[in-house]
């Protein structure tokens, strides 16, 4: 099963997932959409609510609108 099926999965069912790039700890996720790039490559937009980010300052904390 493709990695795009089990995000595809996750927002039918409402249900989050854990991901990580290679090398980087694992995000929790709350996946909501899914397309393509205008270069036909695919993409995920989702809410990232705990783990790891690579912005400066981190997750802000709970009900921040900076999230």
């Known amino acids: 099963m493709s990695i795009?099926?089990?995000l595809q999965?996750?927002?039918a069912?409402?249900?989050p997932c854990l991901i990580a790039?290679?090398?980087e700890p694992?995000?929790?996720i709350?996946?909501?959409r899914l397309g393509k790039s205008s270069e036909g490559d695919e993409n995920v937009?989702?809410?990232q609510y705990e783990g790891y980010t690579?912005?400066?300052?981190g997750l802000q904390p709970d009900g921040s609108s900076a999230n």
């Open 45 to 47: 937009l989702y809410y």
């Open 9 to 11: 999965q996750a927002i």
């Open 26 to 28: 694992t995000r929790k």
């Open 13 to 15: 069912a409402l249900k």
């Open 30 to 32: 709350c996946p909501y």
């Open 21 to 23: 790039k290679p090398g």
């Open 4 to 6: 795009y099926s089990v």
């Open 54 to 57: 690579s912005r400066s300052g």
